[in-house]
């Protein structure tokens, strides 16, 4: 007997032999046993993963004649018949060769009779999505109302190609990529039970490489055993033409460190001991891609399926690197693995975009430019009113009462008694009258003595001198409580050029400022031109 290699060897016969599709099998146990079975069902996923091969187990345990349970017995004359592809009721077809209008009308013409033998004829379409336009809409009336006798599968690696109207009369399953943990167990009871010698980190490399497809780990399992009766992990790099996993992390240190002359002379040992490169820059890509995760995340050993070790070697990377650098890296990684997956000349573009990555290092995040500019404050801190204060900074109305404060303040050092009288007045009346004080607060105190207050208003804020007057009783008992003398209030209007300084005064001032000069040093600029606060409003 010719040999049968180990995809079809091992290819699932029933239920029980699919591996990682946990949820899908439960929902063909259900259906089965409480005899809910559909017209129509749609298998996507990944390749490899099982759909072809559910599609077969589905059609064994619905045309089985020994069934007790929700599976096929696998031993009756229908199951060995869809074993062997030799069944009269269960149809195999690939969309992608029978794609044609009159591939389908043929079709619809055998549906019309009986299944020969079992209870049902079973019609298997894979790769369905290949299927043209006109195609689908002549299968779409017989999938609308198609004989009780009647059921199709479809399988698909691609079910956005599919259109709506077939979608929505399918009940859809999807397929899921196995992971490489379930893969390497599968690996080791199939080598185990076909007395294949092989390296456990060469079943890893395995699993690594079949990227979630059982079929794919198989075929490279066969073709490592056709090479060697003892399989090692030396022997898997040099057949799968896959760099080793030392060199991977030499060649992102050089990448992290920016030297780019260490880079190049690993390019060009790999180029000359033959390594396929494409294949290179792939592996450099997960491996950014590792390390961002670890970067972010608490739970990286989960997310990577990687040994704590490995986790440990990716997470020493990542703290000698910022978010922002692995973000830069990574979109160029990317770029870099699309063109020289496409390169005539992959060395050469592989080189050149290894350099522009070696600029990353030296980059300065915005974070650190901020901290540049800002290092003179953080040295001499200026005292914030508002963070002392929470409840100004919550209120912004008491912002302008803290202004006001800050005046008398500074009027303290000339006369004591008018500063403090005029803090005391603006709280008082904010006691009792919030919005009342927030425009007494835009006045300037001009004069307060024995007899009278004079307080002003510039520019615009001279239209708040009308609501004062009304108010002015107010003002004139709280004045009474505070000084306990009855003062005058005299409130007049200030001409708005006097507060306003002389351009060429604002510019000496700016141009003064460390944390304008610094920032013109950073950025290498020069001030062109300084607007005052007027000017700025008429503009707009």
């Known amino acids: 007997m010719s040999y049968i290699v180990l995809a079809r060897k091992w290819r699932p016969q029933g239920f029980e032999d699919l591996i990682g599709q946990e949820t899908v099998v439960r929902t063909f146990h259900n259906a089965i046993s409480s005899g809910k079975i559909v017209h129509a069902y749609l298998f996507s996923g990944p390749r490899g993963v099982g759909k072809t091969s559910s599609a077969r187990i589905l059609a064994k345990a619905l045309n089985c004649e020994r069934r007790t349970g929700s599976g096929p017995c696998g031993s009756c004359p229908s199951c060995r018949a869809i074993t062997d592809g030799a069944s009269v009721d269960v149809f195999e077809i690939d969309g992608a060769s029978n ?43 017989t999938l609308e109302e198609p004989p009780e006798h009647v059921i199709f599968i479809f399988a698909t690696t691609e079910p956005k190609k599919i259109p709506s109207t077939i979608l929505s009369r399918c009940q859809h399953h999807a397929f899921r990529r196995i992971s490489k943990t379930r893969i390497k167990e599968q690996l080791k009871e199939i ?12 079943l890893d490399m395995i699993s690594k490489a079949a990227d979630g497809s059982m079929r794919d780990a198989l075929t490279l399992l066969d073709q ?18 896959l760099p080793e996993i030392e060199i991977i992390h030499n060649l992102s240190k050089t990448i992290l460190n920016g030297n780019i002359a260490e880079t190049l002379s690993i390019i060009k040992e790999l180029t ?23 970067k972010v995340s608490d739970d990286a050993g989960g997310l990577l399926e990687y040994s704590e070790d490995e986790v440990e070697k990716f997470n020493q990377y990542a703290s000698g690197v910022s978010i922002e650098q692995l973000t830069l890296l990574l979109s160029e990684l990317l770029r870099l693995e699309s063109e020289v997956r496409n390169a005539i000349n992959p060395r050469y573009t592989l080189e050149l975009g290894l350099l522009k990555t070696s600029f990353i290092k030296g980059m300065t995040s915005i974070e650190d430019i901020v901290s540049m500019i800002s290092g003179r404050e953080r040295i001499h801190p200026v005292p914030d009113r508002e963070n002392n204060h929470p409840d100004i900074a919550s209120d912004p109305s008491k912002k ?4 006001a404060d800050e005046a008398a303040d500074s009027a303290k050092d000339h006369n004591l008694d008018k500063g403090e009288t005029w803090k005391r007045l603006i709280h008082n009346i ?18 307060i003595n024995e007899s009278e ?46 507060n306003v300084p002389e351009i060429h005064q604002i510019k000496e001032e700016v141009f003064a400022e460390p944390i304008v000069q610094d920032a013109m040093k950073i950025f290498s600029s020069s001030l062109i031109r300084v607007k005052s606060l007027r000017e700025q409003k008429k503009d707009d």
């Open 99 to 141: 794609n044609s209008v009159d591939a389908v009308r043929e079709l619809r013409e055998t549906v019309k009779y009986a299944p020969s033998g079992g209870k049902y004829k079973i019609y298997i379409i894979d790769e369905v999505h290949m299927l043209s336009t006109s195609a689908f809409n002549a299968l779409l009336k």
């Open 191 to 202: 080598t185990t039970k076909e007395k294949i010698e092989i390296k456990d980190k060469a």
């Open 224 to 241: 490592a055993y056709s090479f060697s009766d003892t399989i090692s992990e030396q022997e898997l790099q040099i057949l799968l033409g």
């Open 272 to 294: 000359d001991r033959g390594s396929d490169l494409r294949q290179l820059t792939k592996e450099l890509v997960e491996h950014f891609r590792n390390i961002a995760i670890v």
């Open 400 to 403: 302008k009462i803290a202004a």
């Open 430 to 447: 904010d006691a009792d009258d919030h919005l009342l004080a927030c425009k007494l607060a835009e006045a300037k105190v001009i004069d």
């Open 453 to 498: 207050l004079s307080i002003g208003f510039n520019g615009g804020m001279s239209v708040l001198a009308d609501s004062i007057e009304k108010n002015s009783n107010i003002i004139k008992e709280k004045l009474r409580e505070i000084s306990g003398r009855n003062l005058k209030l005299k409130i007049s209007s200030l001409p708005g050029h006097k």
